[in-house]
């Protein structure tokens, strides 16, 4: 099973971008999905969250202007970004908890990063 994470580059600040990540293989059930992001010389750091159940939150620094949603049917999570400004600059990585067959524990899976740059 793999998350395949696309939707990154380059944009000017002001722009939006939308980022999507795909689990792909024989899965069971996806529980918490979430984005994080690097930003060169600093930790990474949790963007955004969304439950099975849908519940949300962000980070303080995206709140107003990044938005995470889910489609369970085709197992893929998004992250629009709108609004950018160049601290959001950094390599985003999606991560989720998958349920590889029913009854089975959930095992945290992190996806490759896509590259985020917002510069003039």
């Known amino acids: 099973v793999q998350l395949q994470a696309s939707g990154g580059g380059l944009v000017q600040p002001g722009g939006s971008l939308r980022l999507s990540c795909a689990a792909s293989g024989t899965i069971f059930s996806i529980g918490v999905m979430r984005w994080y992001r690097q930003a060169p010389g600093k930790q990474r750091e949790l963007v955004a969250f969304?439950?099975?159940?849908?519940?949300?939150d962000y980070v303080d620094s995206v709140k107003g202007r990044f938005t995470i949603s889910r489609d369970n049917a085709k197992n893929t999570v998004y992250l629009q970004m709108n609004s950018l400004k160049p601290e959001d600059t950094a390599v985003y990585y999606c991560?989720?908890?998958?349920?590889?067959?029913?009854?089975?524990?959930?095992?945290?899976?992190w996806g490759q990063g896509t590259q985020v740059t917002v510069s003039s």
């Open positions: 969304i439950t099975s159940g849908g519940r949300i």
């Open positions: 991560n989720a908890d998958l349920e590889y067959y029913r009854g089975t524990s959930y095992r945290n899976t």
